[in-house]
């Protein structure tokens, strides 16, 4: 690393520092004040209210950190251009490609950072902190596992009714299984208190469980009981029936990835949501990128263009990016648009934009004005 590029990093990074450290803690005061009355009415102890806030720290960096870099970079460009530096090394005979290299390195340090907390931390922390403020409210532990549930396994034709799935401990109560033919009609039943999964195996117990075959009027033909039910060959697995429940806005990369091998047969529409979101956490840490190439071309001033016309340029930039962003999201999940594109596509139509606007810096061009009718 040179003179040069300690140089502008150390007057980057302060500020961006700044920036970052600002946001978590603006955010922390006002979530500590809104959330204040219920910590103290339901006795919260001080570690459960610090794992609380160490659960969400993850998805506030997420969102924080590009920010951070906008207003960072933008105040070290204009600062710098302001003092004529940037004219200077450019005299001097530095490129503005080379000028800029420390800070794409850092730009992909941030989405490499990015990436591994939006890999699983950030997407659950939503779900994890909502866990705990009821926890709070009641005085009790959430439960842990899904209730009341109905799953339909299209491809083996098996409905599934159950009043309560603990997922880690692979354990059902109150299972009512029904399979039925090709032509929709009910054939067999199965009833059972208790219901345990063995993954060693793929087996499911039944316990004190009750086996009946129906005729295709829906007559008892036969009926079973037995202490313990063993069955092998099915699909299902306490995973893939709590899956359906799953709400893909809290999902990590390992359990969305998870949900389509096991959920491959779910129509499209219903996986839409799913793809969506697993193309989103690949593409959210690239916003860091995106961010360096649409505020690094706005922050350098050279020629008689003032500094604001850049700044609320790259803010407008940024706004539209995550406006979009949203949209997208929205439309994917829809099944209006293909997955891939509704989590890529704003990432890389602003990478492009981002792209040209730098390129048309360093060629010593005037950015394009915009201009309104009759101006």
């Known amino acids: 690393m040179t003179i040069f590029d300690r140089y502008l990093l150390n007057k980057f990074l302060i500020p961006f520092f700044y920036c970052v450290s600002g946001f978590i803690s603006v955010w922390l005061v006002w979530d500590l004040s809104v959330n204040l009355p219920d910590f103290l009415s339901g006795h919260a102890t001080f570690a459960l209210v610090t794992r609380y806030y160490l659960l969400q720290i993850p998805s506030v960096i997420v969102l924080s950190v590009p920010v951070g870099l906008l207003l960072a970079l933008l105040y070290t460009l204009t600062q710098m251009s302001r003092r004529n530096e940037i004219i200077s090394m450019l005299c001097a005979g530095v490129s503005l490609y080379r000028i800029f290299v420390p800070l794409v390195i850092v730009g992909l340090v941030m989405t490499a950072l990015l990436g591994a907390l939006n890999y699983r931390l950030a997407p659950q922390a939503g779900s994890s902190s909502e866990e705990i403020k009821s926890e709070i409210k009641s005085g009790q532990k959430p439960f842990n596992g899904i209730n009341n549930h109905l799953f339909r396994n299209r491809e083996d034709r098996r409905l599934w009714y159950l009043t309560a799935m603990f997922t880690k401990a692979n354990q059902a109560l109150n299972v009512e299984i029904i399979q039925q033919n090709e032509l929709g009609i009910v054939t067999e039943k199965w009833y059972t208190p208790h219901a345990a999964y063995v993954p060693e195996t793929g087996t499911w117990s039944l316990i004190d469980a009750r086996h009946v075959i129906v005729d295709e009027s829906g007559n008892q033909v036969s009926s079973e009981s037995s202490p313990r039910l063993e069955i092998k060959g099915w699909h299902e697995t306490p995973w893939k029936i709590a899956s359906s429940k799953m709400n893909s806005d809290f999902m990590g990369l390992p359990e969305l990835t998870d949900y389509l091998r096991y959920n491959a047969e779910f129509p499209e529409t219903r996986l839409a949501p799913f793809v969506t979101h697993w193309n989103y956490r690949w ?10 190439f649409i505020a690094g071309p706005m922050g350098v001033v050279i020629g008689r263009r003032g500094i604001m016309g850049g700044v609320t340029a790259a803010i407008g930039l940024f706004a539209a990016l995550i ?14 648009i293909p997955g891939w594109v509704a989590g890529w596509g704003p990432i890389l139509i602003f990478l492009s934009i981002g792209i040209l606007l730098f390129w048309i810096k360093a060629t010593g061009r005037e950015l394009p004005k915009l201009r309104l009718p009759g101006f």
């Open 283 to 292: 593409a959210l840490p690239w916003i860091c990128f995106v961010v360096i």
């Open 323 to 336: 406006f979009s962003s949203s949209l997208f999201i929205a439309l994917g999940k829809g099944d209006r």
